[in-house]
């Protein structure tokens, strides 16, 4: 079985590490992953500028390739250019900070498996709910080898793919798996007007996630309350409940 | 009725101007769009640098706001910081080349209406089916008008918004609306390997969109057959037939 690793926050986020430490016994790993710090680039790709491909060793080994792209990038050059044949699984993350409600459609770790799955891969996207910089990935890595494990076992539906978030606790205080929505959430986003040294104006972006509704089988409410949140994620975006509506608009005349 | 004018191919381009033309005698019309080119940036949003707001003269008038970032970034300083009350609609074009199937995940041009349906405003993404520099964006734009007064006339709900591509053709030929779905695609990409003159490997992306399907209702197949193609979408990802499923996964056990 060989197993895809990508992120979105970089070839030497601890994250990504403790996940190929957990697979690499007993499955063949190959890490391709952006070049640098990746986030809330959404479903980016790099069309007007070249991409490279970097060789990165760690502890005298090779470690995995690092790529001067985006999450998406990484994918389409492990799958066209990097592997002779496509894995049998993709995995991204593990991901530093929580991917629920309206973050889904921000996050590059989330694009990584939305790629994977247009490429027809069977694909996870993993996220840790902590900003923390003594994050406990080893735990984190622990569960979502069990759920990759679930998913070479049974398979997934064409199109589908599972974002996973995971509680940052002991592993003997996570309550254990809930399957899940996502959310309805946005941002109420903030913007810090300053002036630079030559007296021009410029904004920082910020913001915070507005939780719009708090049902229990949320992805958001799940980990709140100390679950593994794993929600099946579909990339076909119709609204096939409102087509008849809009029909009803252009016949009414 | 205030619109908010948006797009991913840059302020300068001739599909927003035309749009903005056919819009400005009836409507208070707004621009707020990328300095450059942003197409295929996804949803991405920039957090790990500062945004410039820039004002834009045209024709010795004022024009609109340039951002130096993203689609999704134009539409939250728009609202965040430009405008002093919300816009009564949002409309993110006319891009220059269609956004069908697969093209949706990567569009700039989409993300912007999806962020405005995020942030609750009505908005309709415009596309013209044609990448020729003498594209006729007047009579897309007299399209975009119609199903923008729909849209102000009847109202979206909540979490939609209408993603419309406008086929290249003169109006008398365009055979009507038609309320499609988006089409399963994926692309084929294709990695071009070159040697830069320091004798060092770098690949260009490109790809075609491989049909998976052709069903009439697709928004493909309707912009193919001369229909101007109205997809309602949301930004809700959940595969719920699919929760049922994995939960099994774990209460087998």
New interface residues.
Partial sequence: MAILLVNDDGIYAPGLYALAKALRDKYEVVIVAPDR?Q??????????E????YEIHQDGSFYGYAVSGTP??CV??AI??ILDRPPDLLISGINQGANVG?S???SGTV?AA?EGT???IPSIAVSLDTHRSDANFDDAAQIAVQIAE?VM??GL?G??F?NVNVPNLPMSSIK??K????A?T??D???E??IDPQG???????GTMVEVDRGEDSDLMALKHGYVS???????????Q??????S??SAE
């Fill in positions: 710090e986030s809330a680039v959404g479903h980016a790709i790099t069309l007007a070249p991409l490279r491909i998406a990038d389409k050059l066209r250019v309206a889904l459609i921000y694009s939305t247009m490429l027809m679930k076992k049974f539906p199109g589908v599972l254990g798996f399957i899940t929505r996502q309805t946005y941002f986003d903030f913007f007007r300053r021009r104006t410029y904004y920082w972006m910020s794993i929600t099946p994620v579909k990339y076909d975006l119709t609204a096939r409102f087509i008849s509506t809009i029909e608009w252009f």
